[in-house]
């Protein structure tokens, strides 16, 4: 049976992806700063839910994290991610803000990936799925929410590079764009429902093979603009 970590399982696309999949029966370890005590998050009480406490930013945590578990992991889902600082335009820069988007939404799921290599490794199919946005495609020149922007095409650039360098190890890395999305993120004038997009996000992450590694795609499994 699969066996699925998701980073920022409290809210938000991240709890619905956990919702979901312990739906299909699978083993679900889950990140957030926090427990997860959301009285709607039913996955709290949940058998097969594993409830993992880490800033995805604390890379030492991240570790310890991973040191506390031995069982194989088939897909790790970095889901955890910010929209930046109010002021984040190329005039006007909350350049610490920018930091730590970057941190959060470029450096972190690097430091995750590597932290829970050898837990993929011990997978017959394992798989990273690294959750982008189309925001960040090179193709738009739009300049509003810049830092989240750049955070966003960066990490695809590095999650290309890794899927590179994992495809020898048999391990394949998509990137996702989830849709514009009604989340707390989003906002209720967004596309789609959260459990539209986590079904979608779900079918790539089943789907994924290495013919198809270092792909960018929309979450109804579309190829996305880089």
């Given at each position: 049976m699969t066996t699925i970590l998701i980073t920022g399982t409290n809210r938000g696309i991240g709890l619905e992806l956990a919702n979901q999949a312990l739906g299909k029966g699978w083993t679900v370890y889950g990140s957030a700063r926090g427990e997860v005590t959301d009285p709607d998050a039913h996955i709290c009480h949940h058998p097969k839910f594993h409830d993992l406490v880490f800033d995805v930013t604390d890379h030492e945590a991240v570790r310890a994290a991973a040191a506390s578990i031995d069982a194989p992991i088939d897909i790790l889902i970095n889901n955890?991610?910010?929209i930046g600082p109010d002021r984040q335009s190329t005039l006007d820069m909350d350049f610490d803000g920018f930091a730590q988007t970057f941190a959060v939404n470029t450096l972190a799921p690097l430091a995750v990936a590597q932290a829970f290599l050898p837990h993929l490794r011990k997978?017959?199919?394992?798989?990273?799925?690294t959750i982008s946005s189309s925001m960040g495609s090179?193709?738009?020149?739009?300049?509003?929410?810049?830092?989240?922007?750049?955070?966003?095409?960066?990490?695809?650039?590095v999650m290309q590079g890794l899927a590179t360098d994992l495809e020898p190890m048999g391990v394949a890395v998509a990137m996702v764009h989830p849709g514009w999305v009604r989340t707390d993120m989003g906002g209720a004038e967004a596309d789609i429902d959260v459990?539209?997009?986590?079904s979608g996000i779900l079918q790539i992450a089943e789907g994924l093979t290495l013919k198809r590694t270092g792909r960018f795609f929309n979450w109804d499994g579309s190829s996305a603009v880089w």
């Open positions: 955890a991610g910010t997978s017959a199919a394992p798989r990273i799925l090179l193709s738009y020149a739009k300049s509003d929410r810049i830092a989240y922007r750049a955070s966003k095409s960066a990490v695809n650039k459990s539209t997009s986590a």
